[in-house]
């Protein structure tokens, strides 16, 4: 009986052996079965991504690189090229000049779309003494331009436009001193009783009569007189056109820019745009005039002299006088002409 028990034993003992062996095969399996499906899973991510990252890739290389041209006042889009379309990459020559033609378009303007350059309208003084303000100069540098689109061709990206803001050189607490001493006058005369001339010459006279031109501003003739049309009360009058006189709205006010360049040309100005006219004219002498036309020849020089300036424009009973004036803290420091 005891050997019976004893049989029986061992073989209760073996089969718990048997089932506990099973039991730790089976938890083996489970855990193998898992590690291979998180493994399954870890491949799956990486494939996706991988077709994720293929399809990012072939949309940017099929998408095309753009420049932006952005204006820095405002932050909108001036214009966006497309440089490949424009040969970038194929021509880069013909693409460079494109791109610098462009530039120059887009600074000075075109006969449909004004540009970026615009010239100073100097301050002046006001009836009440006070400074009327102008606008400053702005210069849209071209090369630079040119040289920035080009850098971002490679890769695309924005670009701003390279604006230069110039002030006038002179302190506003100067303004009220600038009438204390005349540093160069010159006079011209005209028949009072022309009326259409007299008045074009008078209403000229105005537009540059207590006109501020600080240390290093250059001044425009036609940017401060403006249009000399009828809209503006200018009448008709004989004006010199392909060497004849002939009848024109505004004609007289060349006197009045002959008389400002006999004046300043006493001074150390650098002259920046100057013309003569097609035939003489009795109000100075052969060379020393300096014709205008708005929107064509322009009377413009820069005050070189170091020492800020202020026009006086004056008609009186058929003379015109234009006299320049300044400080009298500045006067020992201003350059004389040649």
Same mark, same amino acid.
């Given at each position: 009986?005891?050997?019976?028990?004893?049989?029986?034993?061992?073989?209760?003992?073996?089969?718990?052996?048997?089932?506990?062996?099973?039991?730790?095969?089976?938890?083996?399996?489970?855990?193998?079965?898992?590690?291979?499906?998180?493994?399954q899973?870890?491949?799956?991510?990486?494939k996706?991504?991988?077709?994720?990252?293929?399809?990012?890739?072939?949309?940017?290389?099929?998408?095309?690189?753009?420049?932006?041209?952005?204006?820095?006042?405002?932050?909108?889009?001036?214009?966006?090229?497309?440089?490949?379309?424009?040969?970038?990459?194929?021509?880069?020559?013909?693409?460079?000049?494109?791109?610098?033609?462009?530039?120059?378009?887009?600074?000075?303007?075109?006969?449909?779309?004004?540009?970026?350059?615009?010239r100073?309208?100097?301050?002046?003084?006001?009836?009440?003494?006070?400074?009327?303000?102008?606008?400053?100069?702005?210069?849209l540098?071209?090369?630079?331009?040119?040289?920035?689109?080009?850098?971002?061709?490679?890769?695309?990206?924005?670009?701003?436009?390279?604006?230069?803001?110039?002030?006038?050189?002179?302190?506003?607490?100067?303004?009220?001193?600038?009438?204390?001493?005349?540093?160069?006058?010159?006079?011209?005369?005209?028949?009072?009783?022309?009326?259409?001339?007299?008045?074009?010459i008078?209403?000229?006279?105005?537009?540059?009569?207590?006109?501020?031109?600080? @240390?290093?501003?250059?001044?425009?003739?036609?940017? @401060?007189?403006?249009?000399?049309?009828?809209?503006?009360?200018?009448?008709?009058?004989?004006?010199?056109?392909? $060497?004849k006189?002939?009848? $024109?709205? $505004?004609?007289?006010?060349?006197?009045?820019?002959?008389?400002?360049?006999?004046?300043?040309?006493?001074?150390?100005?650098?002259?920046?745009?100057?013309?003569?006219?097609?035939?003489?004219?009795?109000?100075?002498?052969?060379?020393?005039?300096?014709?205008?036309?708005?929107? $064509?020849?322009?009377?413009?020089?820069?005050n070189? @002299?170091?020492?800020?300036l202020?026009?006086?424009?004056?008609?009186?009973?058929?003379?015109?006088?234009?006299?320049?004036?300044?400080?009298?803290?500045y006067?020992?420091?201003?350059?004389?002409?040649?």
């Amino acid at each position: 009986m005891k050997k019976g028990i004893w049989v029986i034993s061992i073989v209760l003992t073996s089969s718990l052996i048997g089932l506990t062996g099973c039991s730790e095969n089976k938890v083996k399996e489970k855990a193998l079965e898992k590690k291979v499906t998180e493994l399954q899973k870890q491949v799956e991510q990486e494939k996706k991504s991988k077709e994720a990252d293929d399809k990012a890739k072939k949309q940017a290389e099929q998408k095309p690189i753009v420049v932006n041209i952005v204006d820095p006042n405002t932050k909108s889009f001036v214009k966006s090229f497309v440089p490949k379309e424009m040969g970038f990459g194929t021509n880069n020559e013909k693409y460079k000049q494109e791109i610098e033609k462009w530039a120059k378009d887009v600074a000075r303007g075109t006969q449909t779309t004004p540009g970026y350059d615009k010239r100073m309208l100097p301050d002046r003084i006001g009836v009440n003494g006070l400074i009327v303000k102008g606008s400053p100069r702005t210069i849209l540098e071209e090369s630079e331009l040119s040289e920035k689109v080009l850098q971002a061709s490679e890769k695309g990206g924005d670009v701003e436009l390279p604006l230069y803001v110039t002030q006038s050189g002179y302190k506003p607490e100067d303004a009220s001193h600038l009438a204390e001493v005349v540093v160069a006058t010159y006079s011209t005369h005209f028949n009072s009783s022309v009326v259409g001339r007299g008045k074009n010459i008078e209403l000229s006279a105005q537009a540059i009569n207590n006109v501020i031109i600080g @240390t290093g501003d250059i001044f425009s003739f036609n940017t @401060t007189v403006g249009p000399s049309d009828q809209e503006h009360g200018y009448q008709k009058a004989k004006e010199a056109v392909d $060497g004849k006189l002939v009848d $024109g709205i $505004g004609g007289g006010i060349c006197q009045t820019s002959s008389t400002l360049y006999n004046a300043i040309d006493q001074l150390g100005v650098s002259y920046v745009e100057k013309h003569h006219h097609s035939l003489h004219v009795g109000y100075v002498p052969t060379g020393r005039d300096a014709t205008v036309s708005y929107g $064509g020849a322009d009377f413009r020089f820069q005050n070189t @002299t170091g020492v800020p300036l202020l026009l006086k424009a004056i008609v009186r009973a058929g003379t015109l006088t234009v006299e320049v004036r300044t400080s009298k803290l500045y006067q020992a420091n201003i350059k004389k002409g040649l």
